[in-house]
């Protein structure tokens, strides 16, 4: 059974950090790009950081410079490190894995967790 399992949301103020962690299991995580994509109310999902296998990574534009995704396929984790958080960072932020990376960018992608919430005051 595939299940994917995020942490490390909370509400913080603007300009602080948070780390989300995702574990996984159920699926050989090694052959998967994983990564991050988010929701907000009332707005369309949004892709925000992709890891392919070999380590190749992905930003959307607006968290370039602030986020930063890494993985453990040791841990069968995804990271994702947030620095200079803004409110417009506050979502439900989703991890997911699949076959390739656009997949996690521009749709939800068949494994996906069920999320972690995150609320950046300013």
């Known amino acids: 059974q595939v299940e994917l399992v995020e942490s490390g949301g909370g509400s913080v103020q603007a300009g602080e950090s948070l780390k989300l962690s995702c574990v996984a299991s159920?699926?050989?995580?090694?052959?998967?790009?994983v990564g991050w994509f988010r929701q907000a109310p009332g707005k369309w999902r949004e892709g925000v950081a992709t890891i392919d296998t070999s380590g190749t990574t992905t930003y959307e534009d607006s968290v370039k410079g602030r986020f930063v995704v890494s993985r453990s396929d040791v841990d069968r984790s995804v990271y994702l490190q947030m620095s200079s958080l803004k409110s417009g960072d506050s979502a439900t932020y989703y991890c997911g894995a699949a076959k390739t990376c656009s997949e996690i960018m521009n749709d939800f992608p068949n494994y996906r967790g069920r999320g972690t919430r995150v609320f950046v005051s300013s």
């Open positions: 159920g699926f050989t995580f090694s052959n998967y790009c």
